[in-house]
């Protein structure tokens, strides 16, 4: 049974570009979450999406936006690219809203912003 | 706004030493704790999780003790082995909510 899986593993970007991250929930999984975890840092938030709608959103700006396809899977984009966006952005799956007792995380996406 | 305060931020003990890893919260809807841990190059894992109405939970080697009316919840790792090197974080959240807050994290070293 496969778990969360992310891609690309890693990726690095210069100021001003624009990044696409992807995801593949935990197979039964339909709701699909993405945080952000900046060095030494605990991840934070971002956005959930579930029916293919945003759901609930976290302190981050408009340069990020997802999008969640039939198949369950999402992705993650972010505009404009800062310095300040190198991290490691992590994708956790659960079935159902309301269901962060049941997360499971996917090793991540390490973004380097030069 | 911190809504989860952890500490310490790095923890070295030996093996056999029980660690011990404190958070603390302010929101009083929180209603969910659970324990990560997370090895370099993957994704945080569910350890142990607590409700409030209870005041102590155990899961083999981890135990997580909570304190409803001081806000605080720590966990202990009996018995610590050198592949319990990690960093581990707590979080917390409520009843209804689609989004965990997570602590800044504890990295531990347990010397063999």
């Known amino acids: 049974d496969a778990g969360v899986t992310q891609s690309p593993t890693h990726l690095i970007k210069t100021r001003g570009q624009q990044v696409t991250l992807r995801c593949s929930p935990k197979?039964?999984?339909?709701?699909v979450s993405w945080y952000q975890q900046a060095l030494g840092q605990g991840p934070q938030f971002i956005f959930q999406y579930y029916e293919e709608e945003e759901r609930q959103r976290g302190n981050f700006p408009d340069r990020f936006s997802g999008h969640q396809f039939p198949n369950y899977s999402s992705e993650l984009n972010v505009n404009a690219l800062l310095l300040g966006d190198s991290a490691l952005y992590l994708c956790?799956?659960?079935?159902?809203?309301?269901?962060?007792?049941?997360?499971?995380f996917g090793p991540g996406t390490r973004l380097t912003v030069l | 706004q911190q809504q989860v305060k952890q500490s310490p931020q790095s923890l070295i003990v030996q093996k056999g030493g029980i660690p011990i890893i404190n958070c603390a919260y302010e929101?009083?809807?929180?209603?969910?704790f659970p324990w990560y841990q997370q090895f370099p190059g993957k994704g945080p894992a569910l350890l142990i999780a607590?409700?409030?109405?209870?005041s102590e939970k155990k899961e083999g080697r981890f135990t997580i003790s909570f304190n409803k009316s001081a806000k605080q919840f720590s966990l202990h790792i009996m018995d610590s082995q050198p592949g319990d090197s990690a960093t581990y974080f707590c979080?917390?959240?409520?009843?209804?909510?689609?989004?965990?807050?997570f602590g800044t994290g504890t990295r531990l070293t347990v010397i063999p």
């Open positions: 607590i409700r409030p109405d209870v």
């Open positions: 956790a799956s659960s079935l159902g809203l309301h269901r962060t007792d049941t997360q499971y």
């Open positions: 979080a917390a959240t409520q009843t209804g909510a689609n989004n965990l807050f």
């Open positions: 929101n009083t809807a929180f209603d969910y």
């Open positions: 197979s039964g999984h339909d709701t």
